[in-house]
């Protein structure tokens, strides 16, 4: 435990009135005031934004965007402390570049835990509640995540990373799971894909499945097909857990109704659109209308490497209206808009790719093969375990058939295949988000 000093207990006891405080709604103008103040005052200590003068917000609409790139490049000189100064450090995966340095202090971790945790509350809601971690623990932050969020909320949980070398493998994982019971099942979904189609392989999933409720995928970026396919199988609801990043921390969570939520306590949002950077509070975020844009955040309670109005990279889009009866802005998640491949002149985005596959066909995977010029492409898809190849043709014509109709893109070749390379779908720290499913081929 974190806060057993008497400062800790302090700051937990401040981020949880001001997170519970806010009742499920945008904060005014004079919240964001504050908090914006005092995360450019921290900023100030870093070699990035030294120099920049005292806070305004004139001086906070003036300041140019801090690029993705830009972070990664040099990542030392947005830190407010020196990494080996930290309570926990962390790094990136690296799965678009070097791996990042990313230390936090008590405060990061605190305010960070509180935010996520309150947030789900209302979906880890029932007393039998049991959670099984299958979140990576080592080096990234995302399995810490779920064990303090549990301690907070007084969850009994355990974690079991199946990719735990020498400690946990598939065998022990079917035996804890049995031993467990869990009803909440955090994980990413690319190991659920490949867990799933071993149960089916064992003949274990009615069993393994009978106590689970719950499916909270994070550490990757799903669709809603594919979440949709996974409740199935599980005979649970599969939601998006949360969604964040290393460097930000949690800028999104679940709710009971199956959609995601901005923490707008927790990170001021701003839209970078074709007309300009927006603030995410207006239009899309305060009315009915919806915006799509690259996310643009600044994170509220940053504290050992506050960053000022960082562009995420990732294309979201934001609406309203969630019959959970949260008034904070919902968001969906396209991906990064570097992820898209260029295919036969048609610029093809992942989570396109996903959502037609996982509702067009039964496949547990795919594979993008393209040769170097992107002028030919085949798409090779994992056969379900327990699938039928003779109904196999009528899926590769509907799946033809919705890819020209929805995005103008006829394959040279589509084809099932028994199973694809495990890093296809082994997701979150093995893999960048994607990526691994695209294959350039060489010329002949």
């Given amino acids: 435990m974190i806060w057993h000093h008497e400062e800790r207990i ?35 200590n870093s070699p990035a934004y030294a120099g920049i003068g005292g806070y305004s917000p004139a001086a906070f609409a003036a300041l140019p965007v801090t690029a993705r790139e830009e972070l990664k490049a040099r990542p030392a000189d947005f830190l407010a402390v ?80 199946p990719f735990t070398t020498g400690i946990l493998d598939w065998d022990r994982l079917a035996d804890l799971w049995c031993n467990v019971a869990p009803t909440t099942v955090f994980v990413a979904p690319g190991v659920a894909l490949q867990w799933t189609r071993l149960a089916k392989q064992r003949r ?87 915006g799509t844009g690259e996310l643009v955040v600044t994170p509220l309670n940053a504290y050992a490497r506050p960053l000022l109005r960082l562009n995420t990279g990732d294309v979201v889009t934001l609406t309203t209206g969630c019959p959970c009866g949260r008034r904070t802005p919902l968001v969906r998640v396209h991906g990064r808009s570097s992820d898209t491949t260029q295919v036969r002149g048609v610029a093809l985005a992942p989570g396109q790719v996903e959502e037609i596959v996982y509702a067009a066909t039964t496949a547990t995977g795919y594979l993008i093969e393209v040769d170097a010029t992107g002028t030919w492409a085949r798409l090779l898809l994992e056969r379900e375990v327990d699938g039928y190849r003779s109904g196999e043709p009528a899926m590769v014509q509907a799946l033809q058939n919705v890819f020209e109709r929805s995005l103008g893109l006829a394959w040279d070749q589509v084809a099932f295949v028994n199973t694809l390379p495990v890093n296809t779908k082994s997701g979150a720290a093995q893999k960048s988000w994607k990526r691994s499913n695209v294959r350039v081929l060489e010329s002949a």
């Fill in 10 to 44: 302090d700051t937990l006891a401040q981020a949880r009135r001001e997170m519970c405080g806010s009742g499920g709604r945008i904060p005014d103008a004079h919240f964001y005031e504050r908090k914006l103040a005092e995360v450019w005052r921290r900023a100030g």
């Fill in 82 to 161: 020196a990494p080996n100064a930290a309570l926990r450090y962390y790094e990136t995966t690296g799965s678009t570049g070097a791996p990042t340095p990313t230390p936090r202090l008590a405060e990061d971790v605190i305010w960070n835990t509180v935010s996520v945790a309150e947030a789900w509350r209302e979906v880890l809601d029932r007393p039998d509640e049991r959670v099984l971690n299958l979140l990576p623990s080592d080096v990234v932050p995302v399995g810490d995540l779920v064990a303090q969020a549990c301690d907070y909320l007084d969850v009994a949980h355990t974690r079991a990373y």
């Fill in 204 to 290: 274990m999933l009615d069993k393994l499945s009978d106590s689970v409720r719950r499916l909270m995928l994070l550490g990757e970026v799903n669709t809603p097909a594919l979440r949709a396919r996974l409740g199935r199988w599980w005979g649970a609801t599969a939601l998006d857990g949360s969604y964040g990043s290393t460097e930000t921390g949690t800028l999104a969570t679940a709710c009971t109704a199956g959609n995601q939520h901005l923490l707008p306590t927790a990170a001021y949002f701003e839209l970078m659109t074709g007309q300009g950077l927006v603030p995410a509070g207006a239009g899309a975020c305060a009315g009915t209308d919806s």
